[in-house]
């Protein structure tokens, strides 16, 4: 089923995480992939730009249905095979409403973290025209996003997922955002519920399987957000 499946990807990309868990979570192992380097900009070749013009990754083909962006993606993985792997939308309205907001507020926090970390590593910004006090506003409306995540967590109780007691779509692709916040040296004893959400989910069998090959070649963990 999963052989007329393509993923073009980028390790560590949160997007490309997003939908290999999605992936795996709906037992569709097996699919044809290929591994771009983000750092040496493959994601501009010729092979991804054919099918995706703006030359961005993750780029997912089924059959002759092209989705490039991820919460796409996985919507459409979980609407295509809804009988097969994990049920990924609950059917109840309360989580599902709960699921959709998170989901959707994933992509404010996805940018915060984005801006930090591009900003720091000049990433968006020549060094000649950075200046720290955007450095600084930036962390700090990470700062507040990440109290609110906390918050979230909190009220939900120990173990919970997202969006409830079930795993769903809102831990498939907001996972992804915090996995790269403690990669980059986020404290866990600063942010106890996300590091308790990282440690119950980094376990997850299509978390485990999905994780960014350069991070298991050099396990060691940045210091970028130690301060944050």
């Known amino acids: ?5 393509t993923l073009l990807w980028g390790s560590g ?4 995480w997003r939908v290999l868990i999605a992936l795996e979570e709906k037992s569709l192992q097996g699919y044809n992939q290929k591994l771009f380097s983000l750092e040496k900009l493959e994601h501009k070749f010729k092979e991804v730009l ?8 993750p780029t997912f083909k089924h ?11 996985c919507f459409y993985l979980e609407s295509q095979f809804k009988s097969q792997g994990t049920k990924l939308i609950p059917d109840g309205p309360a989580e599902q409403a709960l699921m959709y907001q998170r989901m959707f507020e994933g992509l404010t926090f996805y940018e915060k973290l984005n801006v930090v970390i591009y900003y ?3 990433w968006f910004v020549p060094e000649g ?16 996003e990440l109290r609110l995540w906390e918050s979230y967590l909190q009220k939900l109780g120990s173990g919970s997922y997202l969006a409830g007691p079930s795993f ?3 831990d498939v692709v907001v996972f992804p955002t915090v996995g790269a916040l403690f990669r980059f040296g986020l404290s866990p004893e600063r942010y106890p519920k996300l590091g308790e959400y990282y440690n119950l989910l ?9 994780w960014p090959p350069h991070w298991l070649e050099n396990p060691k963990r940045l210091d970028t957000l130690k301060d944050i």
């Open 1 to 5: 089923m999963a052989k007329d499946m």
């Open 13 to 16: 990309s949160p997007p490309c």
């Open 50 to 57: 054919d099918i995706n013009p703006r030359g961005q990754l």
């Open 63 to 73: 059959g002759d249905n092209v989705i490039n962006e991820s919460y796409a993606a």
């Open 120 to 122: 720091t590593f000049n």
């Open 129 to 144: 025209e950075r200046h720290e006090s955007a450095l600084k506003r930036n962390k700090e409306a990470l700062v507040s």
């Open 168 to 170: 769903t779509l809102a």
């Open 202 to 210: 980094k376990e997850r069998p299509s978390v485990k399987a999905s």
